[in-house]
């Protein structure tokens, strides 16, 4: 079976420093891969997808980036973070071995004060 | 923007069926229909899916009209744990645009 992992879950970082979210899939070769971000009480957004190592589209103008050194591992990153950084993100992955549907990992919290 | 229109809000009676309404009048022929729902706190979890035929799974009902311009979820016995924001989404996998969903409440 396929699982997602990502992390840390949650994290506190203040206003201009790095930052580096984790995840994994594993169970299946060449997946899709997505970051979402889900601001506090609204909709998720899309901010990245990934159909190979070293694909990345970006689907909104913004203070992260994406990138995927490995068949199932893809990371988002920031070199200064801003307040309006803070939400909940989401890694997911959909493949030919879900039929295209997508899953999402537990999320990672972001505060950044 | 999300490509489907849903309330904003609902009440359920525990134990009986919840029927959640979406509508995507400009859904393409080859666009699925997906379900998710999301507990706060936790990323969403898959539902339940559909193109044209009405779908069930242990989760599940989803009726799709045959005009395919709406779609409903049908949770036949709701519980406590079903409260959640429930998301209907158009498209053929991949990349999925979620919008504001309805939040369902289960009630004692």
């Known amino acids: 079976s396929q699982t997602i992992h990502q992390w840390p879950a949650t994290l506190v970082q203040p206003v201009g420093s790095p930052l580096s979210l984790e995840c994994t899939v594993e169970g299946t070769s060449n997946p899709n891969l997505y970051w979402y971000r889900q601001a506090a009480g609204r909709g998720l957004q899309l901010l990245f997808y990934?159909?190979?190592?070293?694909?990345i589209s970006s689907e909104v103008p913004q203070n992260l980036s994406a990138s995927r050194p490995q068949d199932r591992q893809f990371i988002l990153s920031s070199k200064k973070l801003l307040l309006s950084d803070s939400g909940f993100y989401l890694c997911a992955w959909s493949g030919t071995v879900s039929g295209n549907t997508i899953y999402f990992g537990e999320g990672s919290w972001l505060t950044v004060v | 923007d999300a490509k489907t229109t849903q309330p904003t809000s609902m009440d359920c009676a525990e134990g009986r069926a919840a029927n959640l309404p979406c509508n995507h009048s400009?859904?393409?022929?080859?666009?699925?229909v997906y379900w998710y729902r999301q507990i706060h706190s936790q990323g969403p979890q898959y539902i339940i899916h559909g193109l044209k035929n009405n779908e069930t799974n242990e989760m599940a009902s989803l009726i799709i009209t045959e005009d395919r311009k709406s779609s409903t979820l049908i949770l036949p016995h709701a519980t406590l744990r079903d409260t959640a924001v429930y998301y209907c989404i158009v498209g053929q996998g991949g990349k999925l645009i979620f919008g504001q969903g309805t939040e369902l409440s289960v009630k004692p």
């Open positions: 990934s159909v190979g190592i070293g694909q």
């Open positions: 400009t859904i393409s022929g080859n666009e699925y």
